[in-house]
T-cell receptor, first 114, second 111 residues
Framework: DVKVTQSSRYLVKRTGEKVFLECVQDMDHENMFWYRQDPGLGLRLIYFSYDVKMKEKGDIPEGYSVSREKKERFSLILESASTNQTSMYLC?????????????FGPGTRLTVT | EDQVTQSPEALRLQEGESSSLNCSYTVSGLRGLFWYRQDPGKGPEFLFTLYSAGEEKEKERLKATLTKKESFLHITAPKPEDSATYLCAVQAYSSASKIIFGSGTRLSIRP
């Protein structure tokens, strides 16, 4: 079974703090993704990575950065947290295997910025 | 622009009352269409991938079908534990692993 884990289920931070969200997958997947999910807006892609040290911006990268130093680990960084970054953050990974490309998600981190 | 629209937004059924959820899509060359189930406060759980029109996949009380413009998730004789949000997503050949999600259908099954 594919397993994607996220470092925290719930996190409360203050405005201006630097926030790190960690994600680890155990299935040797090449691709990893960070999404945020908000009511009425659905899942929106922040960044993704298709290889170690490689990254691409998604639809809403502003205010975020990412790091992928090892294949199994993908970190999302909020350089200076703001209240509009309060959200559910979801990490996902996928394998590149022929046409198979489904994404497997972690349990999510609910971040509240006060 | 690639787009996914799901309907209805919410659906309430009685236990045992079969129905279908719709996912309409526009994409420049469909690589795959995905269905996920999401329980409140949890990450989406992968259900199915469909690759070409006419394809069908089944899992327990769920069956997903695909045409050139839409996909249906048929739920036969649902149980209360089938209550969840069901998400549809598509991937285009041009998208380099990115997928586009619909906003989901919230399904509620009353006992």
């Amino acid at each position: 079974d594919v397993k994607v884990t996220q470092s925290s289920r719930y996190l409360v931070k203050r405005t201006g703090e630097k926030v790190f969200l960690e994600c680890v997958q155990d299935m040797d997947h090449e691709n990893m993704f960070w999404y945020r999910q908000d009511p009425g807006l659905g899942l929106r892609l922040i960044y993704f990575s298709y290889d170690v040290k490689m990254k691409e911006k998604g639809d809403i990268p502003e205010g975020y950065s990412v790091s992928r130093e090892k294949k199994e680990r993908f970190s999302l960084i909020l350089e200076s947290a703001s209240t509009n970054q309060t959200s559910m953050y979801l990490c996902a990974s996928s394998l590149i295997q022929g046409i198979r490309n489904e994404q497997y998600f972690g349990p999510g981190t609910r971040l509240t910025v006060t | 622009e690639d787009q996914v629209t799901q309907s209805p937004e919410a659906l309430r059924l009685q236990e045992g009352e079969s129905s279908s959820l719709n996912c309409s899509y526009t994409v420049s060359g469909l690589r795959g269409l995905f269905w996920y189930r999401q329980d409140p406060g949890k990450g989406p759980e992968f259900l199915f991938t469909l690759y070409s029109a006419g394809e069908e996949k089944e899992k327990e009380r769920l069956k997903a079908t695909l045409t050139k413009k839409e996909s249906f998730l048929h739920i036969t004789a649902p149980k209360p534990e089938d209550s969840a949000t069901y998400l549809c997503a598509v991937q285009a050949y041009s998208s380099a692993s990115k997928i586009i999600f619909g906003s989901g259908t919230r399904l509620s099954i009353r006992p």
